[in-house]
């Protein structure tokens, strides 16, 4: 064999094992892509379901215990009737509720959410702004 032929070969070899190179960063490209998704995707129903838990333990909390939904009431309509006790407990109370609604708005922003589930807690926060103790704690 001649130095042509081995020359040749040579180039061949290295042209073959840049194309098997280049499909192989395709593949773990396309891979990582894929488990970027995957991930994605567990983050944002991790997020989701603390998010619902934290909810329900809320709400939970207005119906089973009526001594409380009382003052939630009370608080929601007429927060002026309040001892100074139950004043601190609202503004805590509330507090917790708003804080609640950034967290899942800015989860949203940074997409550790799915994109349609801000638009329902922005309409659960308005429902709350609409009742006047609400209102005016808020301003």
């Given amino acids: 064999m001649d130095l042509t032929a081995l020359t040749a070969y040579s180039t061949l070899a290295s042209a073959i094992g840049q194309g098997v190179a ?5 593949i773990s490209l396309t891979y ?13 129903a991790q ?15 207005i119906f089973l215990h009526p001594e409380f939904a009382e003052f939630v009431s009370t608080g929601a309509s007429n927060p002026s009737s309040q001892s100074p006790r139950d004043a601190l407990r609202w ?9 609640q609604f950034d967290n899942v708005y ?6 550790a959410l799915e994109t349609d589930v801000w638009p329902g807690y ?8 609409r009742y006047p103790g609400c209102f005016r704690w808020f301003e």
């Avoid at 379901?49 to 909390?61: K, T």
């Avoid at 503004?91 to 804080?99: C, P, Y």
């Avoid at 922005?122 to 702004?129: C, F, G, P, V």
């Fill in 47 to 61: 997020t989701f379901i603390a998010i619902l838990a934290n909810n329900i333990s809320v709400a939970s909390a």
């Fill in 106 to 111: 800015h989860q949203s922003l940074a997409g």
């Fill in 32 to 44: 990582l892509a894929l488990q970027l998704r995957h991930n994605t995707r567990a983050v944002q």
């Fill in 122 to 129: 922005e309409q659960i926060m308005i429902t709350w702004l």
């Fill in 91 to 99: 503004d805590v109370f509330l507090r917790t509720m708003f804080r």
């Fill in 22 to 26: 280049a499909v192989a960063v395709v």
